[in-house]
Nanobody, 122 residues
Framework: QVQLVESGGGLVQPGGSLRLSCAASGSIFSIIGMGWYRQAPGKERQLVAGITSSGRTNYADSVKGRFTISRDNAENMLYLQMNSLKPEDTANYYC????????????????WGQGTHVTVSS
């Protein structure tokens, strides 16, 4: 099985910065794509940013130019650097990983972390 654990959330003022981390562990043969989703009360869960194993990235339009997703393949770590934060960024942030398990067929499965909360408020 695979476990994803997020950290780094908290309270920050508008215009401030936070760095989220996600650690993946378990019977991992390889991790293909990784990403960050977020969900605010009363809103649908949305993709914030994604990254492939080769480092290609994509971002939601609402965070382009402010957020940066990165990963450390050797350590199975995922990061989200969030700058110029806005109140609209307030949400629970979830890490995802598309994982091929050791000893399994080469078909990845999607795993989710439990989330870390970000509040942007003055």
């Amino acid at each position: 099985q695979v476990q994803l654990v997020e950290s780094g959330g908290g309270l920050v003022q508008p215009g401030g910065s936070l760095r989220l981390s996600c650690a993946a562990s378990g019977s991992i043969f390889s991790i293909i794509g990784m990403g960050w989703y977020r969900q605010a009360p009363g809103k649908e869960r949305q993709l914030v940013a994604g990254i492939t194993s080769s480092g290609r990235t994509n971002y939601a339009d609402s965070v382009k130019g402010r957020f940066t997703i990165s990963r450390d393949n050797a350590e199975n770590m995922l990061y989200l650097q969030m700058n110029s934060l806005k109140p609209e960024d307030t949400a629970n942030y979830y890490c995802t990983a598309d994982v091929r398990l050791t000893g399994s067929l080469p078909v990845p499965s999607r795993y989710w972390g439990q989330g870390t909360h970000v509040t942007v408020s003055s």
